[in-house]
Antibody, heavy 116, light 107 residues
Framework: EVQVVESGGGLVQPGGSLRLSCAASGFTFSNYCMSWVRQAPGKGLEWVADIKQDGSERYFVDSVKGRFTISRDNAKNSLFLQMNSLRAEDTAVYYC?????????WGQGTLVTVSS | AIQLTQSPSSLSASVGDRVSITCRASQGISSALAWYQQKPGKPPKLLIYDASSLESGVPSRFSGSGSGTDFTLTISSLQPEDFATYYCQQFNSFPLTFGGGTKVEIK
């Protein structure tokens, strides 16, 4: 069974940093692009970042460029999102999703709250 | 970035009704469009990909159509479990973008 499980969310002060992780199982992780999508409380979905299978291509939404980094460890079947210089508007549930473009498999999400 | 405009933003309907939701792209995206259903506290669920391909396991009352800039999600006979929020997403080019969502409520 395909599973992706996010972790690492929590409360952080504005300007702070947080690293999200996504543990994948049930499929050959190194064969798939992976994505992060977020959803602010009561709001719609926003695609955040995407990484190619070997990490050679990475894409970001403009609002996080220069602040967020996406990476992966194929040996450990893990995806990461390093978030720096966090702002109140980054408060959201962050979902890990398998694939580039549309995604069939999503995690349950991890909540990031940026507040003083 | 390609903008997706969904309409309506919300609708009230009864069980058994035929419901249509539209998604308009700010520029042509061929058939690179997906539709998702989301219920409160849950991740999105893929319904339709490539504008009109039904995801495995999704009931046939869901269908998608369109190409270029105009797309439609249709639920032929609304069921109680279909009350949720629906999103379109384009994957023609980065940054990937979602529509603002359509909340389907019980009349």
């Amino acid at each position: 069974e395909v599973q992706v499980v996010e972790s690492g969310g929590g409360l952080v002060q504005p300007g702070g940093s947080l690293r999200l992780s996504c543990a994948a199982s049930g499929f050959t992780f190194s064969n798939y692009c992976m994505s992060w999508v977020r959803q602010a409380p009561g709001k719609g979905l926003e695609w955040v970042a995407d990484i190619k299978q070997d990490g050679s291509e990475r894409y970001f939404v403009d609002s996080v460029k220069g602040r967020f980094t996406i990476s992966r460890d194929n040996a450990k079947n893990s995806l990461f999102l390093q978030m720096n210089s966090l702002r109140a508007e980054d408060t959201a549930v962050y979902y890990c999703a398998r694939g580039r473009g549309y995604s069939r498999h999503w995690g349950q999400g991890t909540l990031v709250t940026v507040s003083s | 970035a390609i903008q997706l405009t969904q309409s309506p933003s919300s609708l009230s309907a009864s069980v058994g009704d035929r419901v249509s939701i539209t998604c308009r792209a700010s520029q042509g995206i061929s058939s690179a469009l997906a539709w998702y259903q989301q219920k409160p506290g849950k991740p999105p669920k893929l319904l339709i990909y490539d504008a009109s391909s039904l995801e495995s396991g999704v009931p046939s009352r869901f269908s998608g159509s369109g190409s270029g800039t105009d797309f439609t999600l249709t639920i032929s006979s609304l069921q109680p479990e279909d009350f949720a929020t629906y999103y379109c997403q384009q994957f023609n080019s980065f940054p990937l973008t979602f529509g603002g969502g359509t909340k389907v409520e019980i009349k």
